[in-house]
C-alpha cells in the first residue's frame, strides 16, 4: 500500500521527503541525498513500461494509473512515494484509491510565495506568468534530465486545485503547512511521526529529531546541492541547470510581490486561503 507525499510543485514536498527519509531510513538520523532514492517519484515512465509508449498524453497515461499501482502494490509492502499529480479522475480513470492508498501526507504553501518560487523553477519570465501558471489548469510535461523517466504527462490543475483534491474527503490525511515547517520543524515532526505510528513501527530519540534538522535544514540541502549531490534538478529549454535550493524561507512574498498581483491570488484562492489561515 502506498503512502503518499504529495503537494502543489515547489511548496516542501522535497524537504519534506528529506525529513520522512532521514526518520525512516536511518539509525542516527544524518541525511544524505541517497536516502530520498527510497521515495520514488510517480507517475514515472518506469512504473509504465508495458503499458503504453505514449508518455505525454494524459488520457493515455491516466488509463493505467491504477494498474501501475497494481504492480506496486504486489508485495504488500507500505512504500511512500512523492507525487504532484492531481488526485482526480480522467475519463472515469482515478489517480489513486483506497485500495491502493494507505494514507496521504499533504504539504501546502501559501500561493504568495510560490510566485517567486515557480518563476525560477520553471524559468519564467515574471511574475505575471508565473500567477498564471498558479491559476491556470495543466499538463506538466518537462524537460527531462539524463537518464531520466520522469518526463511524463502529470495533470496538475490549478493550486486550488491541487489543495482540494487531495484533501478534502480525504480519511488518512495529514496536512502540513510549509511555513510551519519553517517555524517550528521538531513540532511538524512529532505529527508526522504520530500519523505514522497507524501504519509502522518508527524509531526516534532525542538525538535523531536534532540530526535530522540540522542535516534537512534548507542551508545544508542547498549546500549539499552547490556541491553537485543533489540529482533531481531541472533545466531550461537550453539545458541549463536550475538551483533547485533557491531562496526556501527567505522567500518573502510581503517584500516582493506586486500589490496586483498579490491581490489577484487572494480573489481567485480566497476561499482556500482563509480555511489555511493564510488571508
Not at 50 to 56: A, E, P, Q, S, V
Not at 86 to 112: E, K, M, Q, W
Not at 126 to 135: G, P, R, S
Not at 145 to 170: E, P
Request: net charge positive; glycine share 4%; charged share 25%.
Amino acid at each position: 500500500m502506498i503512502i503518499w507525499i504529495a503537494s502543489y510543485p515547489k511548496s516542501g514536498n522535497t524537504w519534506l521527503r528529506s525529513i520522512i527519509a532521514s526518520l525512516l531510513y536511518t539509525n542516527d538520523g544524518i541525511f544524505d541525498f541517497n536516502l530520498i532514492k527510497k521515495i520514488k517519484q510517480f507517475p514515472t515512465r518506469n512504473y509504465f513500461l508495458g503499458f503504453t509508449k505514449n508518455f505525454n498524453d494524459i488520457n493515455e497515461i491516466s488509463k493505467f494509473w491504477l494498474l501501475a499501482q497494481d504492480k506496486i502494490n504486489l508485495t504488500k509492502e507500505i512504500k511512500f512515494f512523492k507525487t504532484h499529480n492531481l488526485n482526480c479522475a480522467v475519463n472515469n480513470n482515478s489517480f489513486t484509491n483506497r485500495s491502493h492508498t494507505l494514507g496521504t501526507i499533504y504539504v501546502v504553501r501559501d500561493p504568495r510565495n510560490l510566485v517567486d518560487s515557480i518563476k525560477n523553477h520553471y524559468n519564467k519570465d515574471n511574475d505575471e506568468d508565473a500567477k498564471n501558471f498558479l491559476i491556470s489548469q495543466k499538463i506538466l510535461s518537462r524537460v527531462p534530465r539524463d537518464n531520466d523517466d520522469a518526463d511524463i504527462a502529470t495533470l496538475l490543475g490549478s493550486w486550488s486545485d491541487h489543495y482540494n483534491f487531495w484533501t478534502k474527503k480525504n480519511s488518512n490525511l495529514l496536512l502540513i503547512k510549509y511555513e510551519d515547517l519553517i517555524s517550528n520543524t521538531e513540532s511538524v515532526m512529532e505529527r508526522i511521526v504520530i500519523f505514522l505510528r497507524k501504519f509502522m513501527t518508527v524509531e526516534v530519540s532525542p538525538e535523531k529529531i536534532k540530526n535530522i534538522i540540522r542535516t534537512t535544514s534548507f542551508n545544508n540541502l542547498k549546500n549539499l546541492e552547490e556541491k553537485g549531490l543533489f540529482g533531481e534538478n531541472v533545466y531550461d529549454t537550453s539545458k541549463n541547470k536550475i538551483r533547485f535550493f533557491n531562496k526556501g524561507p527567505s522567500n518573502d512574498w510581503t517584500k516582493v510581490l506586486d500589490k496586483k498581483i498579490q491581490d489577484d491570488i487572494e480573489k481567485v484562492f480566497g476561499k482556500e486561503m482563509k480555511e489555511l489561515g493564510y488571508i
